[in-house]
């Protein structure tokens, strides 16, 4: 079992975990120090000491940037006033007809759209999925400036709703 002196509020399993910890119930705090029971002193400490607090909601808000890239990026798009889905299954569908429409400029799609089925020349498919694949680029791309806005520190909630590509 190891110890070491907390007097602030901190993460202590991301800590505990950082030493090497497998298990919750190994962990205690009792207002002054942290116990570990199944780590040694020496990881415990480096890991005390390495422990950054503000990297926890660095953390979060990374995971919440994912989140809403995820939800842009899902959300579907216009293209010639066709709705056309943009969840993972409809890119895939799409993707593969694109492919067809490459190697048979003849080939016609019939596409289930939102509002019914519609028939798509292999020019018009490969205009979808062209459409497709940039509104999955600009969803990355604003995902990563903002993770460069939180790298740099100048991140804030109010730009998690900012710049997302219209669908």
């Known amino acids: 079992m190891a ?3 907390c007097t602030e509020v901190l993460n202590f399993v991301s800590i505990a975990r950082q030493a090497g910890s497998t298990g919750d119930e190994a962990i205690r705090f009792d207002g002054e120090f942290l116990y570990v029971d199944d780590v040694e002193q020496a990881p415990l400490e480096a890991a005390l000491l ?7 909601e660095r953390d979060r808000s990374a995971s919440r940037i994912a989140a809403r890239r995820y939800m842009a990026e899902v959300g ?9 889905n943009t969840d993972d299954r409809s890119k895939l569908l799409i993707n593969g007809a694109a492919v067809e429409a490459m190697l048979d400029p003849g080939y016609v799609l019939r596409w289930k759209a939102e509002d019914g089925f519609v028939d ?13 694949r940039a509104h999955v680029q600009a969803c990355f791309d604003r995902e990563a ?8 520190g100048t991140f804030t909630e109010d730009l998690l709703e900012e710049g997302w590509p219209n669908g």
């Open 120 to 132: 798509l020349t292999a020019q018009q498919v490969i205009a979808v999925a062209r459409a497709v």
């Open 145 to 152: 400036a903002l993770l460069a806005e939180l790298a740099a």
């Open 3 to 5: 110890k070491v002196p």
């Open 50 to 56: 390495a422990y950054d607090p503000l990297a926890d």
């Open 76 to 84: 579907g798009i216009s293209v010639n006033s066709m709705r056309i």
